[in-house]
């Protein structure tokens, strides 16, 4: 199971969600939604959503092969996700209500991927 | 222990408790905890797991506790009171409970929690165990009150609204069905998360640049191919950190245990070469490789370079709109329309009818505003949508607002950094306001700028601020600049006298209201120097010094201006110098402020320019000529006057094609200096006029001298013409560092030889002082201007004594004078008898003597006069008189004495001297050549003209008429050319060593050979000429009374001259 490569001819069509930046296909994203954040994103088949939550503006990949180990992971905060593709950086800004609802409704606090939380601290 | 007593009395409690809803004394209250205490201290060992998972449930359960809490409370209270129960209480649940939890006021919570746990527990317990059986001795009434608060505690709970519970509910399941949750690892500071001896570790391997994107997508594809396999990968991550612009690429990191572990990953992976040397990253550096930076938000205003569509790319475009998201803008720019002007109207059409693209051949057109009127005359289809009142178009596909073009685009197809927006290009975006006046938004641009660091420039020196992070307000001087580090010595602060290193990034250049600075970098007003007179922020204004305008520029453009000018140089232009400035046009320097030049053009226009305006400087052509209006020579540092208009006279600074640029310090206008053609100025003086001497200056009297301006002023150095003789020669060095070597001289000045030497393949400097040269055949020595000094000093110790002689009979002269002319008519036997020897002689010596100098000239005559006293004398005085040489030389000296006349009038003294008209008018005639156009215009302008005239004029024409025609030929030229040549042919006479010897023999006999060499040495035609000519000229002319006619067509001129 090769799914979450990505031949060179599809980079562009890549996207990153902006809350656990994995990285896949605009199309896949369609298709199965985001893996680790479809509980409140709900990108599958919404073609909107999927626009105001990924962006196409990412850079630093990462091939993430075990997310309990890697310290990588851990400090992407990205152990407890599914293995895939991540970036490290997402450009884009979520949209405040959607930031809303995952705040109430999943007890999740967002952490913006696009390098303005990692000044902070 | 006291407990056991105490514990006694709780059994009154429970009776008066039973009820459960007495409001209840501490003191009965009070027994339950104690029971509960009892037997949570003989359980605590055991249960101690149990305690702990309920403690965590006991947050979320908070609210339904809240009442209980205070309950419990009252319980804490009434203990205290009760005195030590409590103290004992915690000590002996110390013994397996975390001290800490004392400490803090959650400790209270959850001792409460526990309290109550226990409770649970004690409910539970106390059924089966038998201690507190024994214990309590009500032991079923305690039971009963249990169930009764559970009771309560239930029905509190249904009261609460159904939305609570929901709440509480969710909470406290809410994480469990994401499992490991995000909200968890968000509340973890990321110093927690620092890597540590136990994480794998991070190895750099060397990757394709470029292809680190693809690179990790291939290693994801293993992992996941291999993933349940035994060969299954066992690296826990992989990551790349490339991108045009970053330090990091052309490497990937993986993060496994063991190295091994990513050879066997990375093994014949494309783009991916894990054998070169691999790095392995510390552990402090780690977090380092993923670190974020925020890409500053765009803000509408902000100025951003689009990549594309091509026809654009590079150009600024300004943001007006951003999407939430940040990652779509609308921007405007100026567009790039040539409406159509250049499309390919035979374009193959595709099916659609739409003209197939075709890539845009030459250069895109200009940024312009939007044209609604050129729009509409090719493509008014295109054109649509158009409100005049708007100024909104649609054209082609794309809208047009105020001539700009508006897009959305995405951010990825745009440059956000270092975007370096010169104020040139923005103010194509300054919105221009009602009046006219530009309103330029420099917050939006400094916000654009601020980023950007590629375009400021520091130089050690430099006094700059730390306006940004941890240093701000520091300041101090510029010591050093590496890449995006400064050194800077701090002057002022805390921090004195200590050099800290600075990003380029948090710091600006400080200046003060006063300060002489002068605009560098990448804005239109470079080169500008003004005062400063307004800082805020990092805006600066100044006064521009000329034009007195204000300016703003920001201070990373400005320098501090160098010292004051006063210098009369600004880099490599000085005053006076020729510049160009484009390619038809020079000027001349009239002025240099500090940062700018006034310049005189040659259409004596004055203008400011900027060194940078400046394409080039025109070296001083030293050797440039031009010739005046009429005809004559013009030269540098000649003073010349313009004919006409204000006849203002001037010196020649430079000469440019038809362009003079002359200086007259007497003028105040222009430094002095002002521009005429050379078709409007005179020379009004000799070229030697120039180096002031004291004493009357005779050589800027001499018409000699006037005839080949060229010479060196005085006659002193005998200036040979056209070939230095020792060009060529063998010589060898007699002093010096190369003493003694053998060599050839290859290049010659007056004092200087370059001779290469035979020894090696150099070719040195030497003065020819130094040289001795050899005879190529022989390798006997010889000097080849010896010759001629040997003749000169002959000559001068002759010619003196016959000077005298010459002297005495004055009357000589006419004859001698011209004597062709005189000696034609009435003379011309004598001449003739004469002729030959004193042709020969007059003429040879006199060659030489000139070569040599003026000594070996004035002999010459003197040779000549010997047969004819009178003659000689006259040319003797004459000779030397004029020719300066004699002169300077001082062996002519006699000359002066012997005739009156020259040392009365310094240059032709013999004409006034002499009183003799005929002379008189002769000398003029000499200057005549050049004014007047038989003489002046020939000789000067071609000697070869004259030479060749002269020649065959002379020889054959005289000749030929003149019935002794030896005679004449020979005197003429001797007499004639004598004089006038002798100065200028002096170097070639030189030649005249043949001479020396007839010198040395001293007789007349000696001379006839002398002569012809003398003639043939000269080489130079021009000398030839010059000699030949002047006699031929004048005898040609008149072949049979040359005297008569000579004198009477000369004197007028002469007169007038």
């Known amino acids: 199971m090769t799914e979450n490569f990505v031949p060179p001819g599809q980079h562009r069509n890549l996207r990153a969600c902006m809350v656990c930046s994995i990285v896949m296909t605009q199309s896949r994203f369609l298709k199965e939604g985001c893996p680790n954040c479809e509980d409140f994103l709900h990108l599958q088949g919404n073609q909107d959503a999927l626009y105001d939550c990924t962006s196409q503006v990412f850079e630093g990949l990462i091939a993430l092969a075990d997310p309990s180990k890697s310290w990588v992971a851990k400090w992407q905060r990205l152990d407890g996700y599914v293995k895939g593709v991540y970036a490290t950086k997402v450009s884009g800004q979520l949209p405040d209500e959607v930031v809303a609802v995952m705040e109430d409704e999943a007890r999740i606090r967002y952490i913006p991927r696009d390098g303005s939380a990692t000044e902070a601290d | ?1057």
């Not at chain 2, 003597?849 to 005559?861: F, H, L």
């Open chain 2, 1 to 1057: 222990m006291a407990s056991p007593s105490e514990d006694v009395s709780p059994p009154d409690s429970p009776a008066s408790d039973g009820s459960g809803t007495m409001p209840s004394p501490g003191r009965v209250d009070g027994s339950p905890a104690i029971a509960r205490r009892q037997s949570e201290d003989r359980l605590d060992a055991g249960n101690d797991d149990e305690d702990e998972d309920p403690e965590e449930e006991g947050e979320e359960t908070a609210p339904r506790e809240d009442d209980d809490d205070e309950e419990d409370e009252e319980d804490d209270d009434e203990e205290e009171i009760t005195g030590h129960r409590r103290k004992r209480r915690r000590e002996r649940r110390n013994q397996f409970l975390d001290v800490e939890a004392e400490v803090d006021e959650d400790e209270d919570e959850n001792e409460d929690d526990e309290d109550e746990l226990n409770e649970l527990k004690d409910n539970f317990i106390a059924d089966t165990h038998p201690d507190d059986l024994a214990d309590l001795p009500v032991g079923g009434e305690t039971d009963d009150r249990r169930h009764r608060e559970l009771d309560r505690r239930r029905e509190m709970e249904a009261s609460l609204d159904a939305e609570k519970q929901a709440e509480i509910l969710r909470q406290r399941y809410a994480k469990i069905r994401t499992g490991r949750a995000l909200g968890d690892s968000a509340v973890v500071p990321k110093r927690l998360l620092l890597p540590s001896v136990d994480d794998p570790s991070i190895w750099a391997v060397r990757c394709k640049e470029g292809k680190e994107r693809e690179a990790v997508f291939a290693i994801m594809k293993r992992i996941e191919e291999r993933m349940g396999t035994k060969e299954e990968l066992a690296i826990t991550s992989a990551f790349e950190r490339g991108g045009t612009h970053s330090t990091m690429k052309g490497f990937i990191y993986v993060e496994a245990q063991r190295q091994a572990d990513i050879m066997v990953a990375l093994t014949d992976l494309m783009n991916v070469y894990p054998r070169t040397k691999m790095m392995l990253v510390e552990i402090k550096e780690m977090p380092d490789l993923l670190r974020v930076t925020k890409t500053p938000a765009l803000e509408p205003g902000a100025y951003v370079r689009l990549k594309r569509p091509p026809k654009y790319a590079g150009d600024l475009a300004q943001v007006i709109d951003v999407t939430d998201t940040g990652l779509e803008l609308r921007v405007r720019f100026v567009p790039r329309l040539d409406y159509g002007l250049h499309e390919d109207v035979n374009a193959p059409t595709d099916a659609f009818g739409a003209k197939r693209k075709r890539p845009v051949a030459g250069p895109r057109p200009p940024q312009r505003l939007f044209s609604e009127v050129e729009a509409r005359k090719r493509h008014s289809k295109l054109l649509g949508g158009g409100t005049a009142g708007a100024k909104s178009w649609n054209y082609a596909g794309d809208e047009y607002v105020n001539g700009y073009c508006e897009k959305e685009v995405k951010l990825q197809t745009l440059i956000v950094k270092d975007v370096n927006p010169t104020l040139e290009e923005v103010t194509r975006f300054a919105s221009g306001a009602e009046d006219g006046t530009e309103n330029l938004d420099l917050n939006a641009l400094a916000a654009s700028l601020k980023a950007s660091t590629a375009n400021a420039s520091y130089l050690p020196g430099d006094i700059i601020e730390v306006y940004e992070g941890e240093q701000k307000g520091v300041i101090g001087k510029a010591i050093s600049v590496q890449a995006d580090i400064v050194t800077m010595a701090v002057s002022e602060g805390d921090l004195k006298g200590q050099t800290i290193e600075v990003p380029v990034k948090g710091l600006r250049k400080r200046f003060r209201n006063g300060d002489h600075v002068k605009v560098i970098g990448g804005s239109r007003f470079r080169d500008e120097v003004g005062m400063v007179v307004k800082i805020s922020e990092d805006r600066v204004t100044l006064l521009s010094d000329h034009g007195n305008t204000e300016i703003t520029v920001f201070s990373k453009d400005l320098r501090e201006a160098s010292d004051s000018g006063g210098s009369g140089t600004l880099g490599k232009f000085e005053l006076w110098d020729l510049v160009q400035l484009d390619p038809s046009t020079v000027a001349c320097i009239v002025k240099v402020d500090r940062e700018s030049l006034v310049v005189l053009d040659q259409n004596n226009q004055t203008r400011t320019v900027m060194p940078s305006q400046i394409s080039n400087k025109l070296e001083k052509r030293r050797h440039a000529v031009a010739t005046d209006r009429n005809g004559n020579e013009i030269r540098l540092d000649e003073t010349v006057k313009e004919n006409g208009g204000e006849a203002r006279s001037g010196k020649i600074i430079h000469i440019h094609r038809a362009y003079l640029f002359l200086r007259n310090p007497s003028q105040n206008e222009n430094a002095g200096v002002f521009v005429t053609r050379t078709t409007a100025v005179s020379s009004v003086a000799a070229k030697g006029a120039v180096t002031a001497s004291t004493g009357p200056d005779l050589t800027s009297m001499n018409p000699a001298m006037k005839r080949n301006p060229a010479t060196g002023g005085d006659m002193a150095p005998p200036k040979s013409f056209g070939r230095d003789r020792s060009i060529g020669q063998t010589v060898t060095i007699r002093k010096g560092p190369y003493k003694g070597l053998l060599g050839i001289v290859k290049e010659a000045t007056d004092s200087n030889a370059r001779v290469e030497l035979h020894t090696k393949n150099k070719t040195v400097n030497v003065s020819k002082d130094d040289l001795a040269f050899k005879d190529k055949l022989t390798g006997q020595e010889f000097n080849p201007n010896s010759r001629g000094g040997f003749g000169g000093g002959r000559g001068g110790a002759t010619p003196r004594g016959r000077g005298g002689l010459g002297s005495a009979t004055p009357g000589g002269w006419d004859g001698g004078r011209t004597p062709g002319a005189a000696g034609g008519v009435e003379r011309t036997p004598a001449w003739g008898a004469r002729t030959p020897a004193v042709a020969n002689g007059g003429r040879t010596p006199a060659w030489k003597s000139s070569g040599d100098n003026a000594g070996g000239r004035t002999p010459g005559w003197a040779d000549g006069s010997r047969t004819v006293n009178p003659y000689d004398g006259s040319r003797t005085s004459y000779g030397g008189g004029n020719r300066t040489p004699a002169w300077s030389s001082g062996a002519k000296t006699p000359a002066y004495g012997m005739s009156d006349a020259f040392a009365a009038g310094s240059k032709t003294p013999g004409y006034s001297g002499g009183g003799n008209d005929t002379w008189g008018s002769k000398t003029p005639a000499y200057q005549q050549p050049a004014s007047n156009d038989n003489w002046g215009s020939n000789q000067q302008q071609s000697n070869n003209g004259w030479g060749a005239n002269s020649y065959d004029a002379p020889t054959p024409g005289v000749n030929m008429s003149a019935p002794t025609p030896a005679a004449m030929n020979a005197p003429t030229p001797g007499a004639y050319s004598a004089p006038t040549p002798a100065p200028y042919n002096a170097p070639t006479p030189a030649a005249a060593p043949t001479p020396a010897p007839g010198w040395g023999g001293g007789g007349g006999g000696g001379w006839g050979a002398p002569t012809p060499q003398a003639m043939d040495a000269p080489t130079p035609g021009a000398q030839q000429g010059y000699y030949a000519a002047p006699t031929p000229g004048a005898y040609g002319a008149m072949p049979e009374t040359p005297a008569a006619n000579w004198q009477d067509d000369n004197q007028p001129r002469y007169t007038d001259n």
